[in-house]
């Protein structure tokens, strides 16, 4: 690893607004797409370049070694079931606010981790920093203007989303010893294997159910929300964990980590430019928590890290 450079900056940077961009994507892909058919084609459209990294620099992918079912597993905890859970969410939540919800993973990963890893217990700093920042997301919840009976449960969906993501990094470790690249292709392929029958079952048949899965067949498709759904799946999915590669590679985990500050500030931007979303006092309150939840949580990682 190496100090960071001006150029690393500028990639943490974008790697942020691009994730950051997911969010109003996700809302306007909405706009003609079910949550089901939103997840497939995200994970379709990302899989097609990190697929072909691994062809163009000939590593083995291992979707179908003696390993499979950690693939299988992850690609449905950290992929399908976050994807669907997200989009179904979006539709009826602003996306500046799925993406502070969404900010919360760095807290609720250092709570799972506590019992799920080794070297991850939870200290002093830590439960500040995350009764902080959950503290800032329930205050975001009292906001009736954004967050009401109509829309509650969808926010609550964004914020298991989040969860699920968390899990499914916690399985990741199970097969740390790959390669990235390998790692990522296989999770992508078994993800694409279980959202497909499921997806093409809700869109061709259409079942009228309480979720809504699905939009009507006859329903005409927004240029719009097909440039989405593409974006989403080549930039957001696909070439954002290329640039994640490089960073974790150049400038290792602490430094990719810190892109956890800018995904909220952006979301909260990019809505408002091109969604017009409105900011609530309360909506900037939360923001601030979560940040400061965020950086505490990260501090106490660092310092045991040293002291470690």
């Known amino acids: 690893m190496r100090e960071p450079k001006l150029i690393d900056y ?33 994970i379709f459209f990302g899989a097609i370049p990190v697929v072909g990294l691994c062809l163009f620099k000939k590593i083995k992918i291992e979707a179908f070694s003696k390993d499979w079912y950690w693939f299988a597993l992850i690609g449905v905890v950290n992929l399908v ?58 205050f975001l919840f009292s906001d009736k203007f954004l967050i009401n009976e109509n829309n509650f449960i969808s926010a609550i969906f964004i914020l298991v989303g989040s969860t699920f993501y968390v899990i499914g990094g916690l399985l990741t470790l199970k ?14 392929i078994w993800a694409t294997i279980f959202i497909l029958p499921i997806s093409l079952v809700l869109y061709y048949f259409n079942p ?27 930039v957001p999915t696909g070439i954002a964990w290329l640039i994640r590669f ?22 909260i931007i990019l809505g408002y430019l091109f969604l017009n ?9 939360a923001l601030i928590a979560v940040i400061i939840g965020i950086y505490l949580v990260k501090k106490s990682n660092k310092i045991n890290i040293v002291s470690g």
């Open 10 to 42: 500028f990639l943490l940077t974008f790697l942020a607004l691009i994730w950051a961009s997911a969010f109003f994507n996700i809302k306007i892909a909405t706009y003609s797409y079910g949550p089901v058919m939103i997840a497939f084609l995200r």
């Open 81 to 138: 079931i976050p994807f669907f859970l997200i989009a179904y969410g979006v539709q009826k939540v602003q996306s500046n606010l799925a993406a502070i919800l969404m900010a919360t993973t760095p807290l609720s990963a250092t709570v799972l981790a506590h019992f799920f890893t080794q070297n991850e217990k939870i200290n002093f700093t830590k439960i500040f920093g995350v009764l902080i920042g959950f503290s800032g997301i329930v």
């Open 175 to 188: 097969v740390s010893n790959k390669k990235n690249e390998n790692v990522t292709s296989s999770i992508l």
């Open 208 to 234: 009228t159910n309480a979720f809504a899965f699905i939009n009507d067949l006859h329903f005409s498709h927004r240029m719009d929300s097909t440039l989405s759904i593409i974006y989403l799946g080549t």
């Open 246 to 267: 490089r960073i974790l590679k150049n400038n290792g985990l602490v430094f990719q980590a810190q892109v956890a500050y800018l995904i909220p500030i952006f979301g």
């Open 277 to 285: 979303e409105i900011i609530t006092s309360k909506v900037l309150i």
